[in-house]
């Protein structure tokens, strides 16, 4: 057993080495000459307004690109908000169709949204939660277009939805942070912990070397690591085990986001699915017998884990579940418990890693108290996720700094609407001063 999961068990050497090796790449993403071949893109995201508690009134948001496509209503008074939202499917065709079909697809899902709500003749800014569509899907004609663009047009084919206006569109990770610094002024680093990982972070401007923009005061930038990516270079190949190199390999994207295929929700589960199938094949799990769902891809979820990981050790209820569901015919305390420890152990080494990540931006944005607001439903939902990030981040950060890992409940939506709401505020101020004569 110790031979077969050894490799999962990552010193704290290493994990230091894998900030340090961080830090070089995000260096590398922000400097021109580097950037093109840089694995961790660091890219501006031109957003430095962050909310203030003035905005007022009803705001729209989509979340668009994750595992579902929402749309949100949001209700902001000062510090209060409330929300509303809903879940709409993308069907299998139009993901697959043109770019134009989706956009048409979404602006019916905004209008069924609006009519539930009796929204039509209301002013409604939107904010939209773009994430880069790798995760799975593929729709011709989108990636890389003016997405604001493209809804516009697909609204104005509509005729019935005028006072819709798309204002802001954000990546997740930005959603995460401005949702949490909506109410905590100390937030600086946005995290997703979902389908994939990524991480934002506020830079000072003058270490952007690929900035093109003013350097007004505040002269800070939300950076988009997309970090998802670290790793793609091999440097990370120091602590891969047999067992990411087969999903990377059978990954629709081999080569790609290595460090994410190590962290996120997508990948978790078969992690342990491959090493429970390993000791299965040894003979040291259900007697060697194993099942046809156990020997198929994709199909030990990530929730078990957190499933498995929050049961009760003392009768393993949920787990025995769990084993049912994948049709295993024997099975005893012993597997439960080994099962459990497998769990645990790619649980540990994924908050450890992006602990590694999160302590790098910290000792870069080197103040002594930074909030990071955290989005995802593997964060979210793992029972330890959080202990294990705290507990890993304080190890490997400078002396003297320190942190908070805050949940943004809805994080990524409520965050496009503030964004929304901010870029509509400046909006009327700019359009109230040209009326007063004043030139912007
Ligand atoms: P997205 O990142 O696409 O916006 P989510 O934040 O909901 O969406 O994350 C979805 C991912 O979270 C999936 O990969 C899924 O496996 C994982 N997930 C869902 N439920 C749980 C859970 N209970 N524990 C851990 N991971 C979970
Ligand atoms: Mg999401």
């Known amino acids: 057993v110790e031979n077969i999961l050894r490799p999962l068990e990552v010193s704290d050497e290493k994990y230091r080495q894998v900030v340090e090796l961080m830090e070089n790449d995000i260096h590398k993403g922000l400097n021109p000459e580097t950037h093109a071949s840089a694995n961790i893109k660091c890219f501006p995201t031109y957003v430095r307004t962050v909310p203030d508690g003035t905005e007022e009134g009803d705001f729209l948001a989509l979340d668009l690109g994750g595992t579902n496509f929402r749309v949100l209503l949001i209700n902001l008074k000062g510090q209060e908000v409330t929300m509303e939202s809903k879940i709409f499917i993308i069907p299998q065709h139009i993901m697959l169709g043109s770019g134009v079909q989706l956009f048409d697809h979404i602006a019916d899902c905004i209008f069924k949204f609006m009519s539930d709500h009796k929204l039509h003749d209301r002013h409604l800014p939107l904010g939209a939660i773009l994430t880069t569509w790798t995760k799975g899907f593929k729709c011709e004609g989108v990636e890389g277009h003016d997405i604001v663009q ?21 990546n997740d990770t930005v959603g995460a942070l401005m949702s949490c610094a909506h109410s905590d002024r100390q937030c600086a680093v946005g995290l997703i912990l979902g389908t994939g990982t990524n991480a934002c972070y506020i830079e000072a401007l003058d270490e952007v070397k690929t900035w093109d923009g003013d350097h007004d005061e505040p002269k800070q930038v939300l950076i ?100 049912e569901e994948l049709e295993l015919v024997t099975h005893n305390e012993q597997d439960y418990r080994l099962v459990r420890y497998v769990c645990s152990l790619v649980s540990k080494r994924a908050a450890y890693l992006a602990s590694a990540g999160v302590a790098c931006l910290l000792n870069r944005i080197n103040r002594k108290e930074v909030t990071i607001g955290v989005d995802g439903s593997l964060y979210r939902f793992h029972p330890f996720f959080h202990d294990l990030m705290m507990e890993k981040t304080k190890v490997l950060i400078k002396p003297g700094l320190h942190f908070k890992l805050m949940l943004s409940h809805d994080g990524s939506g409520k965050g496009a609407a503030l964004v929304a709401a901010v870029a509509d505020r400046l909006l009327q101020k700019k359009r109230q001063l040209a009326k007063d004569g004043t030139s912007v």
């Not at 629709?252 to 929700?265: A, D, F, L, R, V």
Request: hydrophobic share 35%; proline share 1%.
């Open 150 to 170: 493209l809804l516009h047009e697909a609204i104005a084919r509509r005729g019935d939805m005028k006072n819709v206006k798309c204002l802001a569109v954000i």
């Open 224 to 323: 988009n690591t997309e970090w998802g990516a670290f790793g793609n270079d091999g440097c990370l190949d120091f602590i891969l085990t047999d067992f990411d190199r087969s999903i990377d390999k059978h990954s629709i994207n081999p080569g790609k986001q290595i460090y994410e295929k190590m962290i996120s929700g997508m990948y978790m589960g078969e992690i342990a699915r491959l090493a429970i199938e390993r000791l299965r094949k040894a003979n040291l799990l259900f007697d060697g017998e194993g099942s046809y769902h156990l020997s198929t891809r994709g199909r030990f979820y990530t929730k078990y884990v957190s499933e498995i990981e929050g049961d009760d050790v003392n009768n393993f209820t949920v787990t025995k579940q769990i084993f």
